[in-house]
């Protein structure tokens, strides 16, 4: 034993450091055999001795080297990183920065691999011998993203105190936060904010807009009203700039995806004026049916919707039919086990939405008022409040019918579901609207009018 302590111990007589360096890492096994109860001190020993290498890029990888073969140790390997930034940094040109990187990039992973990290000291160590943005990039990416979010306001401060931001730098710190999945307070997102729209790039503007929409509907709470509003104008101002309608899509569906989506939508307070920057209508289609499916039936939301619909057709960005159609099934779907009772809330709601869209979409509205109709009229026992509202339906789609021109198929609808339900004053009322504006219709359809007619008039002699 004696005389392997002589042996292992002669490796200190090596005058040069990186042999020496070297020879003392590949004895590492045979120590931990021989001296166990000291040998965290010889290992403290060997990592500090890159210290004596006045090379910058040499000293970089020998302690790439010394953390691979014999660290397990957080704080050795924080200390030699430290060590790096403060030692060689200051000395160091660009072509030297380049080529240190990788080796403080593997010895950043050993810092993330191995758990919590103390932060600050690596950060003080930065803002003390460091303006390299491209290590703050790296001491960034390679710390975890929940450590990065307790301390991203002191980041953030280092990154906004450079006249112009480094965009890598304000990139990373707001990828990590994002990436944290976990509370943020609306004064770090008001800071995000302000240094994005700072940059000079419109379109990177926008990509990492995507990142703090992100952030902002889905981790701030509370989420100020007047700072997502702040934050959403702005969007709109730097998209007419850049005129990128796959940004717009993908912050649209950010915004749809949203853990509370009703609620940001009350909050934008208009966001049709996003939906209108949208100009592919298959993918407005998409999305307002994504949002037709998400937001919970209220007449708040039926307001809120039609007021929606109403602001894109006034725009002249038509709807596609199916849209609106399944607009008004989401509103006014009757149940099978729904009373009368039940039965007019659900025409309440159908008309709710027509008051605001009375311009549009008529023949839709008169199908779902008439499949309410046929609903309550085939589950109800047919009383007095059955038939009372019965004739509120057809009441409901006559109120509809002037408004549509050239067109008998509506009226032929409403006239049989009135006459199917024993209601034949409403069906003579409807026959009566028929033939006030059957004047602007074809030879064919007046034919049929004049038969529906005829049918009446016999049925009822």
């Known amino acids: 034993r004696d005389q392997c302590h002589k042996w292992l111990y002669s490796v200190n007589g090596i005058r040069d450091v990186i042999p020496r ?35 910058p890029i040499i000293s970089a990888y020998t302690r790439m080297y010394t953390s691979m073969q014999c660290v397990r140790s957080l704080n050795l390997v924080v200390d030699m990183i430290q060590d790096q930034i403060r030692v060689m940094y200051p000395r160091c040109d660009e072509a030297h920065i380049f080529r ?75 990828k990590s936060v994002a990436a944290a999945q976990k509370p943020v307070s609306p004064s ?18 926008m990509e990492l807009s995507e990142c703090l929409m992100s952030i902002a509907l889905n981790y701030v709470d509370p989420l100020p009203s007047d700072t997502f509003l702040s934050f959403y104008h702005d969007v709109i101002s730097t998209y007419h700039l850049c005129n990128d309608t796959s940004k717009i899509a993908r912050l649209m569906d950010i915004i749809i995806n949203s853990r509370d989506l009703y609620r940001t939508l009350q909050i934008m307070a208009n966001p049709v004026e996003m939906l209108l920057l949208i100009h592919d209508r298959d993918m407005l289609s998409s999305f307002l049916l994504k949002i037709i499916a998400m937001i919970p039936v209220s007449n708040e939301s039926i307001d809120m919707m039609s007021s929606i619909f109403f602001s894109i057709e006034s725009s002249n960005m038509h709807i596609d039919s199916q849209v609106i159609k399944e607009y008004i099934t989401e509103i006014s779907t009757p149940n099978a086990t729904d009373d009368i009772p039940e039965h007019r809330s659900t025409l309440h709601r159908l008309m709710r939405a027509h008051s605001q869209l009375s311009c549009y979409w008529g023949p839709l509205f008169i199908d779902q008022a008439l499949n309410i109709l046929h609903s309550a009229h085939n589950q109800s026992h047919m009383d007095v409040e059955a038939y009372e509202f019965i004739g509120q339906c057809l009441e409901f789609c006559e109120s509809i019918l002037p408004l549509i021109k ?43 009018l004049q038969t529906i007619i005829s049918t009446m008039n016999a049925n009822a002699n």
């Open 21 to 55: 360096l070297y020879l003392s890492i590949a004895i590492i096994p045979c120590l931990r055999r021989i001296i166990a109860h000291d040998l965290q001190s010889t290992i403290d020993r060997i990592a500090r001795m890159s210290r004596a290498i006045s090379h």
């Open 406 to 448: 050239g067109q008998l198929d509506p009226y032929k609808r409403v006239i049989q579901s009135a006459l199917q339900t024993g209601m034949i004053s409403n069906a003579q009322a409807v026959v009566n609207l028929a033939i006030e504006s059957s004047m602007d219709w074809n030879d064919f359809d007046q034919i049929q």
């Open 100 to 174: 240190i990187a990788p080796a403080l990039n593997w010895m950043m992973n050993m810092v993330y691999d191995y758990g919590p990290t103390p932060l600050p000291s690596l950060l003080l160590s930065y803002t003390k011998y460091s303006t390299d943005p491209a290590l703050l990039v790296l001491i960034v990416d390679h710390i975890r993203p929940d450590h990065i979010l307790e301390h991203s306001q002191q980041i953030l401060d280092i990154i906004v105190e450079n006249h112009r931001i480094n965009s890598g730098n304000l990139t990373s710190l707001i």
């Open 188 to 205: 770090l997102f008001t800071g995000l904010r302000r240094a994005v729209f700072r940059l000079d790039n419109d379109h990177l503007i």
